[in-house]
């Protein structure tokens, strides 16, 4: 029986869009515009309910794409406005254009995203790449677990991009997270909305009586200050994301950082992922520790900023770690996860911790306990000299001939 | 009808000092509607284009009012969301009641093409805003290619006439029927050379409670090839040629509001010998091509002055 940790909480059974969707009822933010996608739907049609009902005071604006749902949430925040959208996939990569603006312009957006594979082949289910594709675009990035993660971090979210003046994007992987339903607590309405505060904007269009122009055009002479100045925000957020962290276990109970770790102390292996994955390692982490093998996880919350010195300081004493990226970059060698965590090893001087990195689960591609179990066995036999670490990537549970 | 010793009390919002180029038109669309709005608060929005970045160099700026841009396709979903945030906050308590007005300002490229989109969006949603294409009729920003409001026959870097074509091929596309049959309570067209007709017009639309859209015809004269000081007289000609019908739709109800000078319609290459882009049609060879267009411009006249209910100038 799972039981509240807030005093005031209540367990509910929802999907992680259900647990977002509600997140985005209580922060009750003045502008949401979106359009449709597959998995992510279903938010932006459950807060579209809301409005109908009169539960929120937003303006909602059905947009005829997701380049304008972008542009529009854009506009509302500069207008002022505490402004929200959603989406996934092809969405989200048509908004392209429109994320690094809103990164540029120091815009504290908050979007809801559903990961889930892009086109070519069309695939509607959950992997990584499209908010990895994004890593450089000056968004926040936070990854959940399961529901409860989902909502927590949408919560947080406000704060964070608001006090960062960074946009900000929660995600949770397609259908997996996004349509399963899980028991999560619930918190009152009014607790979450003395937790997310009032948007007070420094300076809005709408204050036409303190007129500005934003939206200049930056030639050599300021252009590379200006994004000097997002790249140290990305820096700067990472206090600002454990302050806020803080602040919601002294509030609501629940403990969140940069990243979880499992069973990490006496490590002797490591398996490094983001999302759903983690769950189902923790089982398999649980069968290994019965056997007697030391295994542990990192499970990273928080990939923009990237907790390198941490994560770096968390890996020194393990002897072999396995980087699982559900999403492939193309790029004739690793994918982006592992190549994060190893530049964040090599920057710190952790190098001996021998690596693999492991492609899965692509296009929503099945990852069970026997592929997990696997990846620890061979990383035990690496520890133990019995084996060589892979030079290049390696991909689990794709036929290759 | 405006009085132009009240226009000029009122407040000028865009400076000079800008970089628009002598000659330019987007200078006196912008201008010319923020001095048709009074003193009534504005929030302007632009696509990428000449006028933004010419009006927006960092750390200057030529806009005395609120001013916002972010991206070339958008700026009528950027209008959108502004909107969309102003009736939120009033609705809230958040700022307050008073009337702000919303315009969006983008380029026939922006407009026609990239931004048609993003506009059709925006007038259907219903949200109050004026939407204006200054339309100089190619991507003059980028160095004079051709857009869907390229005039056939006319030269540009991407349709140039060359040993086996003659410029543009395609007639230019209708953009003002397609917002109009947007069933959209105002839309018109315009040219730079008529204040009087053009501030009038946007008085209108920024008095409508809905979506708005004005095309305003204004030369770029090194896109045209023209002289700068003949900007004026151009875009008469395009009227007096019967090429650029001047017009608005109100609530469905199409109204001829400038006719040709001396109510008669002069031949097109009238229009066409004052500007290089169209010079080639005025030599032997392309006198068959020539007659197509001249035909092509009767029937489009002949139509819009039907759905006016004029009798059509010969």
């Not at chain 1, 992510?40 to 409005?51: L, N």
């Not at chain 1, 809103?102 to 809801?112: C, E, F, N, S």
């Not at chain 1, 964070?160 to 929660?170: F, S, Y």
Request: one cysteine or more; proline letters at 4%.
């Amino acid at each position: 029986m799972v039981k509240p940790i807030f005093s005031k909480g209540k367990i509910v059974a929802k999907t992680g869009n259900e647990m977002m969707a509600e997140a985005m009822r209580q922060i009750s933010p003045d502008v949401v515009a979106a359009y449709p996608i597959t998995p992510a739907t279903e938010i932006v049609q459950i807060f579209s309910q809301f409005v109908a009902d009169g539960k929120v005071p937003t303006e909602f604006v059905a947009v005829e794409s997701e380049h304008s749902a972008m542009s529009a949430t854009i506009a509302a925040s500069v207008a002022g406005a505490r402004a929200m959208t959603g989406t996934s996939s092809q969405g989200f990569a048509l908004m392209w254009e429109m994320l690094y603006i809103a990164a540029g312009l120091r815009l504290p957006i908050v979007m809801a995203e559903v990961n889930r594979a892009l086109s070519a082949p069309i695939n509607i289910h959950g992997d990584q790449s499209d908010t990895m594709g994004a890593r450089d675009a000056g968004w926040i990035q936070i990854y959940s677990e399961d529901p409860q993660e989902a909502y927590d971090n949408m919560i947080q979210s406000v704060r964070i991009a608001e006090a960062a003046k960074l946009p900000t994007m929660v995600t949770t992987d397609g259908f997996i997270i996004s349509h399963c339903m899980a028991a999560a607590e619930v918190y009152p309405d009014e607790d979450v909305k003395e937790f997310v505060g009032t948007y007070k904007p420094e300076r809005y269009l709408l204050d036409y009586k303190r007129p500005f122009t934003l939206g200049s055009i930056e030639m050599q002479d300021y252009y590379f200050e200006h994004r000097y100045q997002l790249a140290q925000a990305m820096r700067d957020a990472k206090k600002i994301i454990l302050d806020v962290a803080k602040d919601f276990k002294n509030k609501f109970g629940r403990e969140y950082g940069f990243y979880e770790k499992y069973k990490m102390d006496d490590a002797e292996i490591a398996i490094v992922t983001i999302g759903s994955a983690a769950g189902t390692t923790k089982a398999v982490i649980n069968e290994l520790r019965e056997k007697g093998i030391k295994a542990g996880l990192i499970k990273i919350r928080i990939f923009r900023p990237f907790p390198a010195d941490e994560i770096a300081k968390d890996l020194a004493n393990v002897k072999a770690v396995a980087v699982l990226d559900r999403a492939d970059s193309c790029s004739g060698t690793f994918a982006p996860v592992y190549s994060d965590v190893i530049s964040a090893m090599y920057a710190n001087g952790v190098t001996s911790p021998k690596t693999e990195n492991y492609v899965y689960g692509l296009g929503g591609r099945e990852i069970d306990m026997n592929h997990i179990k696997d990846v620890y066995m061979h990383l035990d036999e690496v520890a133990k000299g019995k084996a060589q670490a892979s030079k290049t990537v390696e991909y689990i549970n794709v036929r290759i001939k | 009808m405006a009085s132009l010793k009240e226009l000029s009390k009122n407040a000028e919002r865009v400076t000079g000092g800008h970089r628009l180029c002598a000659g330019c038109g987007a200078g006196v669309v912008a201008r010319q509607t923020l001095i048709a709005a009074g003193d009534t608060p504005v929030v302007v929005v632009s696509a990428t284009g000449c006028l933004e970045v010419s009006t927006s160099v960092f750390p200057y700026t030529a806009w005395k009012t609120p001013f916002f841009h972010s991206a070339f396709e958008n700026s009528a979903a950027t209008a959108s969301g502004v909107e969309a945030a102003y009736k939120s906050l009033i609705r809230q308590g958040k700022i307050k009641d008073e009337p702000i007005r919303f315009i969006a300002f983008g380029g026939d490229g922006g407009t026609y093409d990239i931004g048609l989109q993003s506009l059709s969006g925006a007038m259907e949603r219903g949200h109050r805003m004026l939407y204006v294409c200054y339309n100089n009729e190619a991507y003059m920003n980028t160095g004079i290619q051709r857009s869907s409001a390229t005039p056939q026959g006319a030269s540009a870097t991407t349709s140039p006439v060359g040993k086996v074509k003659q410029g543009k091929e395609q007639p230019k596309k209708d953009l003002t029927a397609i917002i109009a049959a947007h069933n959209v309570p105002y839309a018109a067209q315009a040219i730079i050379g008529n204040w009087n007709d053009y501030i009038t017009k946007v008085q209108k639309a920024l008095n409508t409670d809905g979506p708005t859209f004005i095309n305003v015809l204004t030369p770029c004269r090194l896109g045209w090839g023209c002289k700068p000081e003949d900007s004026m007289e151009m875009v008469r000609l395009a009227v007096d040629t019967c090429i650029w019908p001047v017009y608005e739709v109100e609530n469905g109800k199409y109204k001829m509001t400038m006719k040709p000078r001396g109510g008669k319609k002069l031949p097109v290459g009238e229009f066409f010998k004052h500007q290089s882009r169209f010079k080639h049609l005025l030599k032997p060879h392309n006198a068959e091509l020539l007659a197509n267009i001249q035909a092509d411009v009767d029937a489009k006249w002949e139509k819009i002055c039907a759905l006016c209910g004029e009798e059509v100038i010969k």
